[in-house]
Every structure is written in C-alpha cells, then in structure tokens.
C-alpha cells in the first residue's frame, strides 16, 4: 500500500525549496469509484480538521479547515482535485481507482512540518476519530532533495 522507498517526497512548486510533501499510495485492496456525488452526512471541515490527528515522527502537526480544504490535493492518473473539486464539483465522480493504481496527497508544507520532514526514515501517524476510531502508522523513508512538481505518481 505504501512503498517504503517510494511512498514520501518532497515537491516544489516554484522550482526552488520543497513547498509540498507527496505521500503516495498503492491501491492493493480492490478497486474504489467516486459516486455522482460525495455526502458527507452533515460533518463539516471543520469538524474533519478537529476528528484528525496526525503526527510526524511523534510531532504533532494540525489539521486545520484551511488546510482540507484550501491547501491538500489528491493526484490520480495525472489529474489533480482539490475539496472543491471533489466535494462541491463533483469532478472525481466516475473516476475508478483500480488496484495497482497509485494516489497521491499532497500537503503543503509549513514551517513545523519543514523542521520535522529530514531525510531518512519517517513514521507518518494518523488518528481519525469521526463516527469511530481508525488509526494508521506507517513508516517511510525521505528521499534525500527536493523534485520539481509533477502530476505523475
């Protein structure tokens, strides 16, 4: 699901110093379709922000409304979606994620996630705690240098 060596790079947009992390996935389960329309049965983005938690090697990095839905995007197939696009656009409905397809998220970086995302080995914790309790910990390793921007997983 996660590539040890091949799941986590940094990204830059303007060419120079990273200003995105890229965390890619691996479909292995079973292939997943957008329906026409995602409900999302009344949880805001404010409520997902305050449901999530994530830590990066054991340093906790907010999850904020602005970041969900003005900062995050998600690659598939070298089409890029944003929350707009995806919840209030629909324009990832059909889409099929086929198993050996690849996602990509990509986060902008802050400056707390610049101190903590060095080279080497990263244990990526997620806890998201809406309408039950799921937690993910993963470690990956960080490439050394800084890629230009890319669609491509």
């Known amino acids: 699901m996660f590539p040890k060596d091949k799941s986590l790079v940094l990204l830059s947009k303007t060419g120079g110093e990273a200003t995105h992390v890229r965390l890619t996935m691996t479909n292995v389960m079973s292939a997943m379709s957008v329906p026409d329309r995602i409900e999302l049965g009344g ?6 922000a305050k449901g999530v ?21 998600l690659v598939h197939n070298g089409v890029e979606y944003n929350w707009d696009d ?15 397809d690849k996602l990509g998220l990509n986060i902008p970086l802050n400056e707390q996630m ?5 080279p ?10 809406i309408g ?19 669609l491509e997983l």
Do not use: F, Y
């Open 132 to 150: 039950g309790t799921t937690n993910v910990v993963h470690t990956v390793d960080l490439p050394d240098g800084v890629k230009p921007w890319t």
């Open 120 to 129: 080497g080995s990263i244990e990526i914790n997620v806890t998201v705690n």
């Open 114 to 118: 610049k101190q903590v995302l060095k």
């Open 53 to 73: 938690s994530i830590k990066i090697n054991g340093t906790e990095i907010p999850a904020t409304e602005e970041l969900l839905t003005k900062g995050i995007s």
């Open 43 to 48: 949880i805001t983005p404010s409520d997902i």
């Open 86 to 100: 995806v919840i209030n656009k629909n324009k990832a409905a059909g889409v099929t994620i086929a198993i050996g």
